[in-house]
């Protein structure tokens, strides 16, 4: 479905997110069943060490829920649980949020529970979402910021074809401390030299 003509709040608004899957791992709209265990995983201080605080508990979880659904619907932010296959919880989030009407550029953003780190999810899943919304979407310009503390973002979005395109200085306010940013773009052009060099 080619969605290029589509405006803002008409992406996906009646219809939801479609279900992406590929052999190992599953990309779909979060639903209330996934709030426990987003939040037993987000509540890991190794997850939450880099990121804004995340919902404290389930009933939280399940507000932010429902606060996806509202972006979603609106047009402006598009959020999929993640998970290894099609009957298991949501271990991780990746959102994509639009920056130029109607997402021609775009900025993402990724969480994935400790249990999963090196299995690989996160890698098939990162694959399934940026076909997406390059290909689907019609993302032309999509970036990503990481603390520049973070190794494993920094190094992920490198991996994934990303250009570091600059150093922002105590751009990011954690734990009443201000960080550094690293700034990263991946054009449709890189995507496809990349996706390319990957067959």
């Known amino acids: 479905m080619d969605l290029l003509e589509h405006r803002g709040k008409d992406l996906f608004a009646g219809a939801g997110l479609p279900v992406l899957q590929r052999e190992g791992a599953v990309l779909r709209e979060l639903e209330p069943a996934d709030a426990r265990n987003l939040a037993s995983s987000f509540a890991d201080p190794e997850v939450r060490k880099y990121i804004p605080q995340p919902p404290a508990a389930a009933e939280d979880f399940v507000r932010f829920i429902r ?8 047009g402006t932010v598009l959020t999929f649980g993640f998970a290894p296959g099609p009957d298991q919880p949501a271990a991780g989030v990746l959102q994509l949020h639009e920056l130029e009407p109607p997402f021609k550029t775009a900025e993402w953003g990724f969480v994935l529970g400790r249990a999963h780190w090196g299995t690989g999810l996160f890698n098939k899943a990162a694959e399934l979402f940026l076909r997406f919304a390059f290909d689907t979407v019609g993302v032309q310009r999509l970036e990503a910021r990481a603390m520049a503390e973070n190794v494993r973002a920094n190094a992920v979005l490198r991996r994934m074809g990303s250009t570091g395109e600059g150093h922002l200085r105590r751009s990011f306010l954690l734990g009443g401390q201000y960080h550094d940013d690293l700034l ?7 995507w496809l030299r990349h996706r390319s060099a990957s067959i």
């Open 67 to 74: 606060w996806a659904r509202t972006q979603r619907e609106s």
């Open 184 to 190: 990263w773009a991946l054009l449709k052009s890189d």
